[in-house]
């Protein structure tokens, strides 16, 4: 199976002349951490919810209104071709410690994968009646209390080559639930959450193929 098979078609993008507000309110509309930075059809650069948090400082900072995506975008990202295989694609993002692929063919974004799309795929089992939430996490020693507290929620516990933890939560109300999930990790448990996707009807029983 290769990229294409898997990836998503951009639903948002945003030029680089944007403010960093317009991001943000992307970011929360759409459910997404990353938002691609488009400039004539070619991908000129990705914008992260930290790099938000760098521009709203900034702004306070030096009393600067308008601060653009140009200004705070990460401009090296790391494509990958539709054609590649999805072992490659896994391959890049653990190398470059990345959770999200640019798909650009001919100079242009045609798509994004992303680490939970490649994860999903790699499990040996994949139910199809319930409602999950796919999170990547730096390992914490908090990590043993949340496993606990949200063990009848635990699906799956896998650690990446990498060093980071890939979680899945069993979620049955929807978006929102999983909205307070992330912040109850990021806010009570002070976790670092690099990536959380949250999957309708997609609860994993094995990510043996992950680790």
Known sequence: MRVVDIMSRVVVSLPPDAAWQTALSSMREHH?????????????????????????????????????????????????????LLTEALDQMLMHHVSILPVVEDGRLVGVVTHTDLLRLL?????????????????????????????????????LTNGDIMLVLRMAHGQAESDRVVDQLQVDWKLDVIDATYRPGRAVQSLSGAA
Do not use: F, N, W
């Open 32 to 84: 997404v951490h990353h938002i691609p930075v488009v400039d004539g059809g070619r991908m000129v650069g990705m914008i992260r919810q930290s790099d938000i948090q760098r521009a709203a400082m900034i702004e306070g900072q030096q009393q600067a209104g308008g601060v653009s995506l140009a200004r705070v975008m990460v401009r090296k990202v790391h494509p990958v071709a539709p054609c590649a």
């Open 123 to 159: 499990s040996s089992s994949v139910g199809s009646s319930q409602d999950a939430l796919y999170l990547r996490i730096k390992p914490s020693d908090r990590l043993g209390g949340v496993l606990g507290h949200y063990q009848r929620r635990l699906q799956h516990v896998t650690v």
